[in-house]
C-alpha cells in the first residue's frame, strides 16, 4: 500500500513542483507517478528518473492535455484503490483536481501540508499561516495536497521507475479547454508568483521603483511593495503584500528597503528564501531573513541585475 | 436561472487568529467574525449576474450555527432573494459541506452554484471542487472572470503563472477568486429590507446528511518563528548562495 | 447630492455604554408606557465593542438601575474585586499607600468593557432598538432654522482623492425628532457641536488623558484573579500627570495599561514608551514572565470633569457620555456615569416625545434631572483632585487628602484647567528622553503593538486625519517641537520622512486606532480628526 503522486506537468516537461510533492510521498511508503496527458511519454520517461519511483502510470488521450478536473478525477478514483495515499503539489491544478476525486472516493483532503507526522497525521498551515494544524485523516485513503516549499524537492534524477501503461478513461464531455494566457512577456500575479521582489520605503519615491521592477524582470518574479511604499504613494495599493489575499509564499522573496514591520512580515514569512536589502543593519528584516546584505540599494541592486543578466 | 451562493460566517480578516494556550484550537472569544471574503466575491457576482438579466433568483446557503444567520442576512442586505441556513452547532468540515450543497441543490435546482475559492479560516479550498464531483458537474476554480451564455459558462481562471479560460456545461460550479470583482458596500435601507427577507431554517438531518468529521484536530500551535540567517558580504556572494545554497535561481 | 433619508423618533450616536444605555432606557420606558418609539442606534466600528477600550473596573451601580436582572441574564460582569493595592513606584521600589476613597473598589468587577457593550446591545436589540454597526455618523443635519435634524452616515467608496470610485455609495441621511450624540471622548461631530452651540461658553477647557492598553494573557502560576493594582510615580516624573492600571481577569488574562495626562510639557514624551517602560519595574515585570500578549490599544478619556461640563442640550439634541465628559477621573471610571447619563437623557427625551413635541424642541430638563442624581454628587465632589496635580505629585496628593477629607469635597473653591494643547513646551527648552529599545517579548515597538489592535482602513479612500495648514507639521510641529506627533501617537499614524533632503509629515492613516490623542493635542490644533468609512478602525477583542 503505497502513495500516488499525480504529476504536473505540460505534456514535454514534467513540473518540479511534483519532485516536492514525490518528497512527502517519500515518507510514507513506496512512491508511484501518475502522468496523465496527451502525447506526454517524454514526461513519463522523465518521471521515472525521479529518485524514489517505483512506478509509473502513464496514461495517454486527448482528453487528459490539459488536465481538467472533470476527466482527470474519475481516472485517479479508478486507480486509487491500490493505494492509502494520493498526493499532488498544491499548485493551481493540484487544488483543482484534488478535492474532486477525494469527494469522488468520500474521502476528507488534507490541504497544503507543510509536514508529515505519520501516515495518518500532517501538518498544515490555517488561518494564512497564522497557525499551524496538527491533523489526523480517519479515512482508509488519504488525499493530500503539498505545499512545495514545506519539503525540499528530489532528485529529478537517478530513480528507476517503470513505466505501465494505463488505459485512459472515456471523455465526459463536461469541460472544455477554451486557451491560456501565460505571463511570459508581463509580471506573474502577486498571489501566485514563484518569485517576488518587493520594494519599500527606502525606494524613495515612485521613479525610483523602476529599479525593482527591473530586477522582477530579470528573476521573472512579481512586484510587491510594503504597506509604507503604498502610503508614500509609490504603488498603487494592489501591490502591497500582507492585506486580505495577498498572504505570499514564494520560493523566493527580495525585500529591498523593507524595514520588516510585523506588518509586513505577516504577508510573506511562508516564503521559502528570504533575501533582504537593506541599509539599516538593525532593520528587524535581517531577523527573518535567510540572506542580508546590508548596503545602499541604489548600489547593490543594479549590481544584482548585472550579475544575474550575465 | 437560478444561483445559490454558499457563504460562510468566518473569522474577519482585520483579526488576527491566534491558538488557545492549551493547543485545542483557535481562540474565537468575542471575535469579530464576517463573511468569508471570497464568499463576498460569490455573492457580488451572482447579484452581477442577476443584474445582467441572465439570472432569475439568488440563493444563499450557510452552514453552522444559529448566528449564521447574520452572515445570511449580510448576503441578503447586498441583495440575494432569499437565505437558507443549515444549521448545527457541531464542526463541518468541507466533504460534510459539499453534501449538504449537493442536498439543497437536489432540491433548488440552480443552474450555477458559486462559491468562494477557499475559506480564510481553515484555508482548506476544497467545497466547490467537491460539490462539483459530488454531483458530476464542471468546475470552473478560481475564477477571475465569467461568461454566462446560453447553456454554458466561460470561466477564465486564475492558474499558476497566467489565466486559463474553460468552457463548462451547464449547470456548472464556479469558486471565486480575489480578482473577479469588488464587492459592493451595503447600504442601510438594504439592511433594514434584508431583515424581512424569507430565511429558511434547516438541519443536517432534514436533508439526510451525515456531517460526521473525518479529520480529527490533533492540535494548533503559533508557527515556528523563522530564525535568520547569514548577512552576505556582497551581490556576488548573495548570487552564489541563492544558486548553490539555497537553489532557487 | 441626493441622499436616502429615513425617519426615526430618536437616532443615537455611537455604541458605547452611554448610548446602549440611552437606547434601552427609551425603549424600556416606550413599552412600559405603551407608547410607539422608533430608536436607532449608529456605531463607526465594524461591530459594538470593536473601538471599546477600557481597563477595566466596573462600578455595577448604573447597570443594577438600568437591567437589575443583570445576572442572570448573562452579563459578563465575571470578576468582583478582592485585592485591591495602590503602588508608588520608584525606579526600584514599589511601596503600598492606602488606597485613595474614590478608588475603593467593594462590589466592583473587572471586566473587558467591549464585551460588557456588546452584551448591552444584544440587550438593546432585544428590546427593539435597531442597531447598525459599520456605519459611521460624518455630519450633522440641521433644519433650515438651526436644529438639529438627524446625522449623515459617511459616504463608502471615495477614492483617495475623494471622488467617487467604482463601487461608490453616497451616505444616507437619519432623521430624528432628537439626536443623541454618544461618541466618547472627542467626538467629532461633538466637537462641531460645541462652537455651534456654543456649548463650552463660561466652563473650563476639557482635558484629557490617553490610556494605552495591552491584554496578556498569562501563566497561571502569575495570576490572582480578582487583584486589581494602580501605581503613580515612576516611570514619569513628578511633574507629569500618569499612572498604571493592572487587573487580573478571567481566563489568565491580566489588563495592563498607563494612564497619562495629555497636559504633558516635554514634547520628547511618548506615553507608548512610557507604558512599555513601566512594565519593566522590578514590582511588575514577573507578572509578565512566560507570558503572551494577546492585545493592545489606546484611546483618550475626558478628565475635566465637573468644571468641564459643557451645556448638554440643544434644539434637537443632547449629550451624553464621555463625549461630555462625565468621566471620573479620580476614581478612574466612567462607564457608570457614562450609562447614567444616558439613562436620564433618555428620561428627559422621552417625556418630551410622550408630549407629542415636535421634532427639534430642546430636552431642557435633562441638565435638571442630571443635577438630582448621584452622578453629579460624584463628579462635584472629585473636581479638585486633577487640577491639584498642577502642583506635582505630591503636593497634589497632600491636596487631594485636605479636599475629601476635611471638606468632604465641598471647599468653597474649585481649580480651573487649562487645555492640554497649550502645554507642550518648546523642544529646546525640554530634554529628550532616552527610552529603552524594545525586546520582543517584554516591551515592543509600535507596529507590532498596532497589529494586534486588529485596525485597518480601506487604503483608498480620503485621508480621515485633516490638517487645517499643511504647513503646520513641518513648520511649527518639527521646528519648534521636534515633530510631538511622532510620540503622541500611540500607533504609528505619523512620521517624519525625508525625501531628497527635506522633511515632510507622511500619515499613515491606516495604522489609526481613533483614540483622538492627536485631535487633542496638536499644538495648534491643526489636526482635525473625520470619521473614515464606517467599520474602518480597531477591531478589539475583549479590550
Redesign the interface.
Known amino acids: 500500500m503505497g502513495a500516488l503522486v499525480i504529476a504536473e506537468h505540460n505534456n514535454t516537461v514534467l513540473n518540479i513542483a511534483t519532485l516536492n510533492a514525490v518528497a512527502a510521498a517519500s515518507k510514507l511508503g513506496t512512491v508511484d507517478i501518475l502522468v496523465a496527458g496527451h502525447q506526454c511519454q517524454a514526461v513519463a520517461a522523465a518521471a521515472a528518473q525521479v529518485t524514489g519511483v517505483t512506478k509509473v502510470l502513464h496514461a495517454d488521450a486527448p482528453h487528459y492535455a490539459?488536465g481538467?478536473?472533470?476527466n482527470l478525477?474519475p481516472l485517479v478514483v479508478s486507480l486509487a484503490t491500490n493505494y492509502q495515499h494520493l498526493l499532488a503539489a498544491a499548485?493551481?491544478?493540484g487544488?483543482?483536481?484534488?478535492?474532486?476525486?477525494?469527494?469522488?472516493l468520500?474521502?476528507?483532503?488534507?490541504?497544503?501540508i507543510i509536514g508529515v507526522?505519520s501516515d495518518d497525521?500532517f501538518v498544515r498551515?490555517?488561518?494564512?499561516?497564522?497557525?499551524?494544524?496538527?491533523?489526523?485523516?480517519?479515512?482508509r485513503i488519504k488525499a493530500i495536497t503539498v505545499r512545495t516549499t514545506g519539503f525540499d524537492p528530489v532528485a529529478a534524477t537517478g530513480g528507476a521507475g517503470t513505466i505501465e501503461t494505463v488505459a485512459a478513461g472515456p471523455d465526459l464531455?463536461?469541460?472544455?479547454?477554451?486557451?491560456?494566457?501565460?505571463?511570459k512577456s508581463t509580471r506573474?500575479?502577486l498571489?501566485?508568483a514563484?518569485?517576488i521582489v518587493s520594494g519599500g520605503?527606502g525606494i524613495?519615491?515612485a521613479e525610483n521603483f523602476a529599479i525593482i521592477e527591473k530586477l522582477a524582470d530579470v528573476?521573472g518574479a512579481a512586484v510587491g511593495a510594503s504597506?509604507?511604499a503604498?502610503?508614500?504613494g509609490y504603488v498603487p495599493?494592489d501591490y502591497?503584500v500582507g492585506?486580505?489575499?495577498k498572504v505570499v509564499a514564494p520560493?523566493?522573496y527580495i525585500a529591498i528597503g523593507i524595514s520588516g514591520?510585523?506588518?509586513h512580515l505577516?504577508g510573506m514569512?511562508?516564503s521559502?528564501?528570504?533575501?533582504a536589502i537593506n541599509k539599516d543593519?538593525e532593520a528587524p528584516i535581517?531577523?527573518?531573513?535567510?540572506?542580508?546584505?546590508?548596503g545602499d540599494l541604489f548600489k547593490?541592486v543594479p549590481?544584482?541585475i548585472d550579475?544575474?543578466s550575465k | 436561472m437560478k444561483i445559490l451562493v454558499a457563504v460562510k460566517r468566518a473569522i474577519d480578516y482585520n483579526v488576527k487568529a491566534r491558538p488557545k494556550s492549551d493547543g485545542t484550537g483557535v481562540d474565537l472569544a468575542n471575535v469579530k467574525m464576517s463573511m468569508n471574503p471570497f464568499d463576498e466575491i460569490a455573492v457580488e457576482e451572482a447579484l452581477r449576474l442577476q443584474e445582467a438579466g441572465k439570472v432569475t433568483e439568488v440563493v444563499a446557503i450557510s452552514i453552522g450555527p444559529t448566528a449564521c444567520q447574520e452572515t445570511l442576512r449580510t448576503a441578503m442586505a447586498m441583495g440575494a432573494d432569499r437565505g437558507i441556513l443549515v444549521q448545527t452547532d457541531d464542526e463541518v468540515q468541507p466533504l460534510a459541506v459539499a453534501k449538504l450543497l449537493q442536498a439543497l441543490v437536489a432540491k433548488e435546482a440552480p443552474g450555477l452554484v458559486i462559491l468562494g475559492k477557499q475559506a480564510i479560516d481553515d484555508d482548506s479550498n476544497q467545497t466547490g471542487q467537491m460539490l462539483a464531483g459530488l454531483l458530476g458537474w464542471p468546475q470552473g476554480t478560481f475564477a477571475a472572470k465569467i461568461d454566462v451564455g446560453e447553456g454554458t459558462v466561460e470561466v477564465k481562471r486564475e492558474v499558476d503563472g497566467g489565466l486559463q479560460t474553460v468552457a463548462l456545461k451547464l449547470p456548472a460550479i464556479v469558486t471565486a477568486d480575489l480578482r473577479l470583482n469588488e464587492p459592493r458596500y451595503v447600504k442601510l435601507p438594504n439592511i433594514m429590507k434584508a431583515k424581512k427577507k424569507q430565511l429558511d431554517v434547516v438541519s443536517p438531518a432534514d436533508l439526510g446528511v451525515d456531517i460526521t468529521p473525518r479529520l480529527k484536530l490533533v492540535k494548533v500551535a503559533e508557527p515556528p518563528a523563522r530564525a535568520g540567517g547569514v548577512k552576505v558580504a556582497d551581490v556576488q556572494e548573495l548570487v552564489a548562495k541563492l544558486r548553490n545554497e539555497a537553489k532557487v535561481i | 447630492m441626493e441622499r436616502e433619508a429615513m425617519e426615526f423618533d430618536v437616532v443615537i450616536v455611537g455604541g458605547g455604554p452611554a448610548g446602549l444605555a440611552t437606547a434601552i432606557r427609551l425603549r424600556q420606558l416606550a413599552v412600559q408606557h405603551d407608547h410607539e418609539l422608533t430608536v436607532c442606534l449608529i456605531e463607526k466600528g465594524s461591530e459594538v465593542g470593536a473601538h471599546i477600550l477600557s481597563g477595566a473596573v466596573m462600578e455595577p451601580r448604573a447597570l443594577n438601575e438600568l437591567i437589575p436582572e443583570w445576572r442572570t441574564l448573562g452579563a459578563p460582569l465575571h470578576t468582583s474585586v478582592t485585592d485591591d493595592r495602590f503602588l508608588f513606584l520608584t525606579a526600584r521600589r514599589a511601596l503600598r499607600l492606602p488606597t485613595p476613597p474614590p478608588m475603593h473598589n467593594e462590589g466592583n468587577y473587572i471586566v473587558s468593557l467591549g464585551n460588557v457593550c456588546r452584551w448591552l446591545a444584544q440587550q438593546a436589540e432585544a428590546a427593539g432598538v435597531e442597531i447598525y454597526p459599520g456605519f459611521a455618523a460624518a455630519e450633522v443635519l440641521y433644519h433650515a432654522d438651526g436644529r438639529v435634524k438627524g446625522v449623515a452616515t459617511g459616504d463608502m467608496g471615495r477614492t483617495k482623492e475623494g471622488a467617487e470610485g467604482p463601487n461608490f455609495a453616497p451616505g444616507m441621511e437619519l432623521h430624528a425628532k432628537q439626536t443623541i450624540f454618544a461618541e466618547g471622548c472627542r467626538g467629532s461631530l461633538t466637537k462641531t457641536l460645541f462652537e455651534r452651540f456654543d456649548l463650552r461658553r463660561d466652563i473650563d477647557p476639557q482635558v484629557f488623558c490617553l490610556g494605552v492598553k495591552e491584554l496578556w494573557e498569562v501563566r497561571p502560576e502569575q495570576h490572582r484573579l480578582g487583584r486589581v493594582i494602580h501605581t503613580i510615580g515612576w516611570p514619569v516624573d513628578q511633574a507629569t500627570y500618569g499612572g498604571s492600571f493592572l487587573y487580573h481577569l478571567e481566563n489568565n488574562l491580566v489588563s495592563v495599561g498607563f494612564v497619562l495626562g495629555l497636559g504633558y510639557e516635554n514634547p520628547y514624551l511618548s506615553p507608548f514608551e512610557e507604558m512599555q517602560r513601566f512594565k519593566t519595574h522590578p514590582a511588575m515585570r514577573e507578572t509578565f514572565a512566560g507570558a503572551r500578549r494577546v492585545a493592545y490599544g489606546a484611546r483618550a478619556i475626558s478628565a475635566g470633569g465637573f468644571q468641564s461640563i459643557p451645556k448638554l442640550t440643544f434644539p434637537g439634541g443632547l449629550l451624553v457620555g464621555d463625549g461630555a465628559g462625565f468621566l471620573n477621573l479620580p476614581k478612574i471610571k466612567g462607564s457608570h456615569t457614562a450609562m447614567k447619563s444616558g439613562m436620564t437623557a433618555a428620561e428627559s427625551v422621552f417625556k418630551l416625545l410622550r408630549a407629542g413635541e415636535q421634532a427639534g424642541t430642546e430636552a431642557i430638563d435633562y441638565l435638571h434631572r442630571l443635577k438630582n442624581t448621584w452622578l453629579w454628587d460624584e463628579l462635584y465632589r472629585v473636581r479638585n483632585i486633577k487640577p491639584a496635580f498642577r502642583w506635582g505629585l505630591w503636593l497634589a496628593i497632600a491636596y487631594g487628602a485636605i479636599d475629601t477629607y476635611l471638606f468632604r469635597g465641598k471647599a468653597p473653591w474649585t481649580l480651573r484647567h487649562k487645555a492640554d494643547h497649550t502645554s507642550l513646551k518648546p523642544a529646546a527648552l525640554c530634554k529628550p528622553i532616552d527610552y529603552p529599545k524594545p525586546d520582543g517579548v517584554l516591551t515592543f515597538d509600535k507596529l507590532s503593538s498596532v497589529f494586534l489592535s486588529n485596525t485597518n482602513h480601506e487604503e483608498n479612500q480620503p485621508c480621515h486625519l485633516t490638517l487645517k495648514d499643511a504647513s503646520v507639521p513641518t513648520r511649527l510641529n518639527l521646528e519648534v517641537y521636534a515633530g510631538p506627533e511622532q510620540r503622541y501617537c500611540p500607533a504609528g499614524v505619523y512620521e517624519f520622512v525625508e525625501e531628497s533632503g527635506s522633511k515632510h509629515l507622511q500619515i499613515n492613516a491606516q495604522n489609526c486606532v481613533h483614540c483622538k490623542t492627536c485631535d487633542i493635542k496638536d499644538p495648534s490644533q491643526n489636526i482635525h480628526w473625520v470619521t473614515p468609512e464606517g467599520g474602518g478602525g480597531p477591531n478589539y477583542p475583549n479590550m
Open positions: 490539459h481538467l478536473a472533470e478525477a499548485t493551481t491544478n487544488k483543482n483536481v484534488m478535492p474532486r476525486i477525494a469527494a469522488l468520500d474521502v476528507a483532503q488534507l490541504s497544503d507526522v497525521t498551515p490555517i488561518y494564512a499561516g497564522n497557525v499551524v494544524a496538527t491533523v489526523q485523516s480517519l479515512d464531455g463536461l469541460s472544455q479547454f477554451k486557451g491560456e494566457e501565460l505571463t506573474p500575479e498571489a501566485a514563484n518569485r520605503r524613495g519615491s528573476l504597506r509604507a503604498v502610503d508614500a495599493n502591497q492585506q486580505t489575499g520560493e523566493l514591520a510585523i506588518q505577516a514569512k511562508d521559502k528564501v528570504i533575501v543593519e535581517f531577523q527573518v531573513a535567510d540572506y542580508g546584505l546590508v547593490e549590481a544584482l550579475a544575474l
